[in-house]
């Protein structure tokens, strides 16, 4: 599939998912509650975000999906830390902007780049991001939220990564 195609099949899912959205809150109002999202001023950096995603996607420029992330991404930062107060969680939260430029890196390759490619660049930053923020987290006491069981997450998380490490080493072999 060219390019250009890929493009146009990404952009006609999403506003497809959008009207999807729009027309279930429209038949049960109750779901719009889920999300509970209020429009506050860090939805305008999110925004921003998904305005540059849509630019890439006209334009028929697949690479403009790693800005989009990251500008996102920081966005929803910013909501989560004007919704809760906790501003100090930047201290750690900054080790999410790699993950944003993997998720950037594999959509990416999913509207038009070298899928294959983009996909194991951008896993790679995932898992160094997820390294990293576990560390940070860690270290900065963010797993209080977990209540008894916040000892157990970065040990949780320290075993996820050992199993993927096994996976990803016979999965090389073969």
Excluded at 16 to 21: D, H, K, P, S
Excluded at 85 to 92: A, K, L
Excluded at 156 to 167: M, N, R, S, T
């Amino acid at each position: 599939m060219e390019k250009r195609n890929r493009t146009q099949l990404v952009f006609g899912l999403l506003l497809i998912l959008a009207a999807g959205w729009l027309i279930a809150t429209r038949i049960n109002p109750n779901l719009a509650n889920i999300l509970h999202l209020t429009f506050e001023w860090p939805m305008w950096v999110m925004l921003a975000g998904a305005a540059l995603l849509v630019i890439g996607l006209l334009v028929g420029a697949p690479d403009m999906a790693v800005p989009a992330c990251i500008v996102a991404g920081v966005g929803g930062i910013l909501y989560y830390q004007n919704a809760t107060g906790n501003w100090e969680s930047w201290s750690y939260m900054w080790t999410l902007i790699p993950g944003f430029v993997g998720i950037g890196q594999i959509l990416s390759g999913i509207i038009g780049g070298n899928f294959v490619a983009n996909l194991r660049e951008g896993l790679k930053l995932l898992v160094v991001c997820a390294i990293m923020f576990t560390i940070f987290a860690t270290i900065f006491n963010a797993w209080t939220i977990f209540g008894s069981f916040s000892a157990y997450v970065p040990i949780g998380l320290l075993f996820i990564l050992g199993i993927w490490l096994i996976v990803r080493g016979i999965i090389r072999h073969k």
